[in-house]
């Protein structure tokens, strides 16, 4: 591992940082601008199918993130030497909050798969019902967390 990061540091740490953008200020734009634009729509089954199709199309873009954030957060913590260190703390805790994150975010893809069979059965306010927590806890709690562990990763970069 430290062979391949020694060769390839760059796009390693590079593929990291932009999986990150994508996954955290993915859910910063879903939460903050699509989410308040979506509220323009009267019409609820033209809103709520929106809202189902916006968030399929950001599962489609995050989950090869989220699976190139772990990749390479598993070589950078080999390869960097971390175990044993005072630093390795920050790893554990960044790695905490990132499971916390995937845990979430698995219920939340859960839920949105929930919400469409319900609206495929034309139950639009159980559709509803089912989504309302995704906009209300479950992103801002994944935004808030992603912030934490950016911070973590920043902290790691700079020693």
């Given at each position: 591992m430290e062979t391949l990061f020694?060769?390839?540091?760059?796009?390693?740490?590079?593929?990291?940082v932009i999986s990150a953008v994508i996954w955290v200020g993915g859910m910063i734009a879903i939460r903050f601008a699509i989410h308040y634009s979506m509220q323009d729509i009267e019409e609820p089954k033209i809103k709520l199918g929106r809202t189902l199709e916006n968030l399929r199309r950001f599962f489609n873009m995050v989950i090869p993130a989220i699976i190139i954030l772990l990749l390479t957060a598993i070589i950078m913590i080999i390869a960097l030497g971390f175990k044993g260190t005072p630093l390795y703390s920050i790893v554990i805790a960044k790695e905490i909050v990132w499971t916390i994150m995937i845990v979430v975010f698995i219920t939340i893809y859960i839920k949105r798969n929930k919400a469409q069979k319900a609206f495929n059965e034309g139950k639009l306010p159980i559709a509803k019902e089912i989504l309302t927590p995704i906009a209300q806890?479950?992103?801002?709690?994944?935004?808030?967390?992603?912030l934490i562990a950016i911070y973590f990763g920043i902290t790691l970069r700079g020693f």
């Open positions: 020694n060769s390839f540091s760059g796009i390693i740490v590079f593929l990291h806890y479950f992103i801002p709690l994944n935004i808030v967390l992603g």
